[in-house]
């Protein structure tokens, strides 16, 4: 308890931390900005090798400032990514001297997950489901009753359909880390996540939907990796709850001795 109570500090102390720590993060933001505006050019370049991929080598603005916002959103997404450590860190140090050392050795881990798995979700938006999605919406070209129907998309309409399969899939993936809050914070219980299993299905080709095109294999590419996902938070705490119980017996011996 002890260690708790040291810690506590006025409101007024704990509002000019959170200012001090929010002054950090977004310094952070806008120096990872100020880098990422002068590479846009090869960030966007990046992007779009999955289109180049599936044949389509021309994009087209149609707007005088629309390819400059390009580069601005292009600069913001990718300081937003690589400025998340120092946001993490942040809320981190923030937080941490309000919990006890049994609940910062609970959290961290879910710090640390968050990241990895955005991280994950938008590696596989990026190598397998924009590539299938480009595939089969770039196949609709063509000769159409003697007219020939051409896709020429533009840069804003591209970059803000990458970046809703990358940010889609990627927070799409936190579902494990979720649950597992969820879980601890008791507003869940592991029964009712083994009960809700039928709703889950639904629930994530339902999220599959609203975020892939709607092609059956663009939709399975979201879908089945969310149920894996959810099977594996389910495993997850079923290890954390198989742990507490091998702990507290032992933990209880100890006390009587």
């Keep these: 308890m002890s260690d708790l109570d040291e810690s506590k ?15 950090w993060s977004f310094l952070a933001l806008a120096v ?5 505006i002068y590479f846009a050019r090869p960030i966007f370049g990046f992007l779009v090798q999955p289109l180049l991929a599936s044949g389509q080598t021309k994009l087209i603005y149609t707007a005088i400032f629309e390819a400059f916002f390009v580069e601005i959103k292009v600069a913001f997404f990718a300081a937003a990514f690589f400025s998340f450590p120092v946001f993490a860190t942040q809320l981190w140090r923030f937080v941490a001297p309000g919990l006890y050392a ?10 640390i997950a ?10 596989m938006a990026y190598y397998m489901a924009i590539p ?14 003697g007219v020939e129907q051409q896709a020429l998309p533009g840069v804003d309409n591209y970059l803000n359909f990458v970046m809703k399969f ?13 649950l597992m809050l969820l879980e ?12 809700g299993r039928r709703y889950a299905i639904v629930g994530a080709f339902a999220i599959a939907a609203v975020l892939t095109p709607p092609d059956v294999v663009s939709q399975l590419l979201l879908a089945i990796p ?4 959810y099977e594996l938070a389910i495993i997850a705490i079923w290890l954390t709850h198989r742990g507490r119980v091998k702990t507290t017996p032992d933990s209880s011996e100890a006390a009587a001795e």
């Design 9 to 23: 500090m006025p409101l007024l102390d704990h509002l000019i931390e959170l200012r001090t720590r929010l002054l």
């Design 32 to 36: 990872a900005f100020g880098i990422s």
């Design 102 to 111: 049994k609940e910062k050795r609970a959290f961290l881990p879910f710090l």
């Design 114 to 123: 968050t990241p990895m798995l955005f991280t994950l979700g938008a590696a």
């Design 132 to 145: 299938v999605a480009l595939n089969y919406l770039l196949g609709f070209g063509g000769n159409v009753g």
């Design 166 to 178: 990358i940010f889609g899939f990627g927070i799409s993936f936190l579902l494990p880390v979720l």
């Design 184 to 195: 601890k914070a008791g507003i869940i219980t592991l029964a009712q996540l083994k009960g």
């Design 226 to 229: 969310l149920c894996i996902l």
